[in-house]
């Protein structure tokens, strides 16, 4: 949600309208797609289009921020942007589940800068599914259950600083990757000539390896640790000591001011 003012973020108004519209988002919003959850890019676009629209004509929990009388999402905009004196946007929005096909698991947040338990200037919801996925449930009662609460939000912490695009290479557009190898050969020409095509493959490799630890979440670096592990080991290891091996099968990353990246084509 943005309004055009620090001042403003911070009235109770605000806030409390929010919080209505986060609860019409939990109740009546569809499942975001899974497979989305993977790019930050596709994940922006959905939630800045189709779910957005999808909220805006909805009725929001508590009525109408001044008079509490029943009104529409869309409505209740229009009247708390008249009475704060600036505009009022619904930018994104998305509501996320564990996949059915997902026996344990659990999802977490992290929100930074914020000024109540709720909102910020970034947050970040990340998705932990087991290994294998005969799993028990990860309920509150479960003896693992702080440990991966704790590695989520952890996992989350790092996605604020580091901003991965996605998951990991596979989910990468083939457009987009081409784009990249195209580029890479371009700037290593000098390097290349007259070297065999083993070579120049091998170079042409660590370039994108060292791309795909740029954009990729499970290839980055941990911002959080001086131990140079990468994430996806990083998860392995503190989900094993736990007794309850998870994997990162998701993230969605929202940041104050931020408009979605166009569409990749």
């Not at 026996?103 to 947050?123: E, K, L, Q």
């Not at 557009?173 to 990249?180: A, C």
């Not at 969605?252 to 990749?264: L, M, N, Q």
Request: aromatic letters at 6%; glycine letters at 6%.
């Amino acid at each position: 949600m943005n309004s055009e003012t620090d001042f403003v973020a911070r009235n109770t108004d605000f806030q409390t309208f929010t919080q209505r519209v986060t609860q019409g988002a939990l109740s009546s919003l569809p499942t975001v797609d899974t497979s989305i959850i993977t790019s930050t890019t596709t994940v922006n676009q959905q939630a800045e289009t189709v779910y957005t629209n999808t909220l805006t004509n909805n009725l929001l929990p508590g009525g109408d921020i001044l008079t509490n009388k029943e009104c529409t999402i869309k409505d209740g905009i229009i009247g708390l942007t008249a009475k704060v004196g600036e505009n009022i946007i619904l930018r994104r929005c998305v509501k996320y589940t564990l996949p059915n096909n997902y026996i344990g698991g659990i999802i977490t947040s992290y929100i930074h800068n914020s000024i109540n338990a709720n909102s910020g200037a970034i947050g970040v919801i990340v998705a932990l599914a087991p290994v294998t996925k005969s799993s028990t449930p990860l309920t509150k009662s479960h003896s693992a259950y702080p440990a991966i609460q704790d590695l989520g939000k952890k996992i989350a912490m790092h996605i604020a600083a580091a901003k991965p695009i996605y998951l990991n290479k596979d989910v990468i557009p083939n457009e987009e990757l081409n784009r990249e190898k195209a580029l890479a050969k371009e700037t290593m020409q000098n390097q290349i000539q007259n070297k065999p095509e083993h070579i120049v493959n091998k170079i042409l490799d660590g370039k994108l390896n060292k791309w795909y630890s740029e954009i990729c979440l499970q290839d980055q670096i941990y911002t959080l640790s001086d131990d140079n592990i990468k994430i996806n080991k990083y998860v392995e290891n503190i989900s094993k000591a736990a007794n309850y091996p998870v994997q990162v099968i998701g993230f969605i990353s929202f940041r104050v001011g931020e408009t979605a990246p166009p569409a990749t084509n």
